[in-house]
């Protein structure tokens, strides 16, 4: 508006005056004050009826015609209506009239009016130079135009550097979470094979020893001692280790590969408590389960991966409770969806947490504890089936996570290879 507002003052001698809904002066150009006599301090704030009170009527009743009965004209000037008959105002050196009332949505989308007068002396010079004011605006409007869809194509272009932002941010996850457990796995297998060679040498010496005795005092030495207790540590660090760059893996490929053939109708009541008995363990002494099932459809799902999803928000649920709350699981169905939640006492998040729980590798749980990937291996099970997730969390009073999947499942649909 302002570019239309300067157009008018520096390119037309036209008199400009704007109004809100309440008919309350706005903005009222200094060529308006210099004709009528009615300086901006009177004007701006006061009503119409106030600072002109010869046209208000017919002006009100002008600019209120103006408005368009959809929704607000942005177009401005488009949507302007010729002022009916003749609303004129008296001014000290002949009179002004209104030519034109229009209404608009300011920047905040409140409505307001606009009312364009001109010089009733001088009304052809003015017909001109209001011509092309409207060329240049309309000008504008195409240079606009041309920068939105510039902007729009920046928008693609911005999602494909968003998306392999995100592979490179996977990557470096991907890199990062396995070179820990790949270090510690290889400096164990250096001092297994150490350890190894010392064996070897201590059995290789019954040739050389001349008794039983012999050979038992070479083997009481502490490093023997030592070496037994620190293999089995050693071992069992070690299938640890490897047991995370499994499950980095086996998570990883749910994020591709599109093998599993078809969905089926899964009745979603009957997965929660397959789940719940799978993960009882986790759950029993943290929390309460309690159920509030609504009368939903079979869902065209595959089961065991919305399974998985279940098991990663309940285990979640649990892990977020410190000694022992409720775990609220609802379901319900608003066609064509069915929705599932997960409702924990927990602790909750803050804002900044929640907004990144379905990032690859985002944990907040010790090292070791959380992979940061249940979350978003979950999400992209739902998206594949066309679901979707909300989460709404708060401090000291805990989550609820909603899932929402489609009834039936659309012909694009592409199901995932279910969790190794
Ligand atoms: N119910 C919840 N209450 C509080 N925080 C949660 C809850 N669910 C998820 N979070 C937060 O989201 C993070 C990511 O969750 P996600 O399940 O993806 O990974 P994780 O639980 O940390 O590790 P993993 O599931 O791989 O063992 C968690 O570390 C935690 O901070
Ligand atoms: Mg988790």
Not at 157 to 167: F, M, Q, S, T
């Amino acid at each position: 508006m302002k570019k239309i507002i300067d157009t008018l003052d520096n390119d037309t001698n036209a008199g400009l005056v704007i109004v809100d809904r309440g008919m309350v002066i706005r903005y009222m150009n200094a060529r308006m004050a210099q004709w009528t006599g009615v300086t901006a301090g009177q004007a701006l704030g006061a009503s119409l009826a106030l600072a002109f009170p010869a046209c208000a009527a017919a002006l009100q009743a002008c600019l209120l015609d103006a408005l368009p009965s959809g929704p607000h004209g942005r177009g401005a000037v488009d949507n302007g209506l010729p002022a009916k008959g003749l609303i004129q105002i008296p001014t000290p050196s002949g009179a002004i009239e209104c030519m034109v009332c229009f209404p608009f949505t300011d920047i905040d989308d409140e409505l307001s009016y606009a009312a364009l007068f001109y010089d009733a002396r001088d009304a052809e010079a003015f017909h001109r130079s209001f011509g092309s004011a409207i060329n240049r605006l309309l000008r504008l409007q195409v240079e606009q135009q041309l920068l939105l869809l510039k902007l729009e194509h920046k928008d693609d272009h911005l999602l494909e550097v968003e998306k392999l932002a995100g592979i490179g941010q996977l990557a470096a996850g991907i890199a990062h979470e396995i070179n820990n457990p790949i270090g510690y796995i290889f400096s164990n297998l250096r001092t297994l094979a150490s350890y190894v060679r010392e064996m070897l040498n201590l059995i290789d010496a019954v040739d050389t020893v001349k008794s039983l005795d012999e050979f038992r005092q070479l083997r009481n030495c502490p490093e023997y001692e030592y070496i037994r207790s620190d293999v089995e540590s050693l071992i069992r660090e070690s299938e640890e280790g490897i047991d995370r760059v499994k499950k980095i893996i086996g998570a990883l490929k749910d994020f591709s590969h599109p093998e599993e053939p078809g969905y089926r109708p899964v009745d979603l009541h009957r997965c929660i408590e397959t789940t719940l008995k799978v993960i009882a363990n986790e759950v029993k002494y943290k929390a309460e389960v309690v159920k509030v099932y609504g009368d939903i459809p079979d869902v065209e799902c595959n089961a065991s991966q919305i399974s998985q999803v279940l098991m990663n928000l309940l285990v979640n649920a649990a892990q977020a409770i410190d000694n022992f709350g409720v775990i609220t699981i609802r379901t319900g169905h608003e066609a064509p969806w069915v929705w599932l939640e997960v409702d924990d006492t927990g602790q909750g998040m803050e804002r900044s947490v929640a907004s990144r729980i379905f990032e690859p590798f985002f944990t907040t749980k010790a090292v070791g504890q959380g992979t940061g990937l249940g979350l978003s291996v979950s999400l992209s099970i739902l998206e594949h089936h066309g679901g979707s997730a909300e989460v709404d969390s708060e401090p000291g009073r805990g989550t609820r996570i909603r899932l929402w999947l489609p009834q039936t499942q659309s012909a694009t649909a592409v199901p995932l290879e279910t969790a190794g």
